[in-house]
């Protein structure tokens, strides 16, 4: 059965998953490949993000500042929720993990599957007033 390529390409969503293992040997054939890929994306008007990221990713100049723009994510809207937290609203002699504000984010429903949304994260809890980081993963309030 031959299905036409244009139907392929419109048959697709908005948003396409792809995955990859950069730890081969073959890094300048999956370049090759991508850039043919967007090129056929590009020209059937489909979207490039993800493309771009891993095509970032292969040649080596990925960081997670990229990943905030190819991925369009809003960190005000995260600093916003964190802000929101309880333990931001009522700070105890205790600190806090970045694991337990990952779930909340998740449960506040920020997708935190993207990589390194965890140094993005970590980002905004240190832009909070009043916010030190007291080790690894660990984010200490002051109480006011």
Known sequence: MEISLSDLVD????DIYLEMDTSNAQVEDELKFLKEFKKLLKKY????NQIDYLIN???GNIDFENVIHIFDIDEKSIKN?????????????YPIRLVTIMKYLKKKGVNIHYKDMD????KLIQAIDGV?????GMYFKKIN
């Open 45 to 48: 008007n489909k979207p490039t």
């Open 119 to 122: 140094l993005i994260v970590d």
């Open 57 to 59: 990713e292969l040649e």
């Open 11 to 14: 048959s697709c969503r908005e």
């Open 81 to 93: 929720k964190i802000e929101k937290h309880p333990y931001f609203k009522n700070p105890c002699d």
């Open 132 to 136: 030190k980081k007291v080790g690894d």
